[in-house]
């Protein structure tokens, strides 16, 4: 996508201790690509950080014209990811042209893992 699409990660979140359940970020990047519309001109804004103990995606938001309504499957999907590995559970908002998924971190101590 070249210009159109600019993904920032934040250095507190390259250096997170904790996890979060499989494919969970990928959801919310494919996500914010399928539902929004996006140029070089107006980018589609993805930031990816650490506040508190979740990690938080966001993006700008900028619905495509003639967009489908939401099923909410993916964020159905992500919930039900931490289901299995957790009773933590993501928040999802979407609020002054901003969507935001707050995903909490999981830990090998406190929380039972599918696997270790």
């Not at 495509?64 to 990811?81: C, D, E, F, M, Y």
């Amino acid at each position: 996508y070249e210009g159109a699409v600019i993904a920032v990660m934040t250095d507190k979140l390259r250096q997170a201790d904790g996890y979060i359940p499989p494919v969970c970020l990928q959801l919310l990047v494919e996500n914010a690509l399928k539902h929004n519309r996006f140029s070089e001109e107006q980018p589609l804004m993805i930031i990816l950080s650490v506040e508190g103990d979740d990690i938080v995606v966001s993006n700008n938001v900028r619905p495509l014209a003639a967009a489908a309504p939401s099923t909410g499957v993916g964020q159905r999907n992500i919930a039900a990811r931490y289901a299995l590995f957790s009773g933590r559970s993501p928040v999802f908002e979407q609020k002054d042209g901003k969507y935001t998924a707050r995903l909490p971190m999981l830990h090998y101590d406190t929380e039972t893992p599918l696997e270790k």
